[in-house]
């Protein structure tokens, strides 16, 4: 499934960023159970994740997000938007767009965007 995320950027510490993420084609099927949100990489480190939404909007979020960052989804389009707030030099990295969807008879099926770079000045 091939995803679309906008809206990273350079900013100032305190200052806020909304990053948006979309299937790209209507016409690719996404699967009732799935989850999608946004997970971060910086050079030399693991990709972790940021926050994720289930299908029916139960937010999950890494501890040092919670109280700045909101994740909200409207699944009817298959998109999601991560509100950043209060942001800190150390939310500096690449975010990544994630769905992962439940593949009858398969397993999970996952799927990255192509990453919007967040940059955030001290």
């Known amino acids: 499934v091939q995803l679309q995320a906008s809206g990273g950027g350079l900013v100032q510490a305190g200052g806020s960023l909304r990053l948006s993420c979309s299937v790209a084609s209507e016409s690719v099927k996404v699967y009732g159970i799935n989850s999608m949100g946004w997970y971060r990489q910086v050079p030399g480190r693991q990709r972790e994740m940021v926050a994720t939404?289930?299908?029916?909007?139960?937010?999950t979020y890494t501890e040092a997000v919670q109280g700045r960052f909101e994740i909200t989804r409207d699944s009817g389009k298959n998109t999601v938007y991560l509100q950043m707030n209060s942001l800190k030099p150390e939310d500096t990295g690449v975010y990544y767009c994630?769905?992962?969807?439940?593949?009858?008879?398969?397993?999970?099926?996952?799927?990255w965007g192509q990453g919007t770079l967040v940059t955030v000045s001290s």
């Open positions: 994630y769905l992962g969807d439940l593949v009858p008879g398969t397993g999970v099926r996952e799927s």
């Open positions: 939404a289930t299908s029916h909007g139960t937010p």
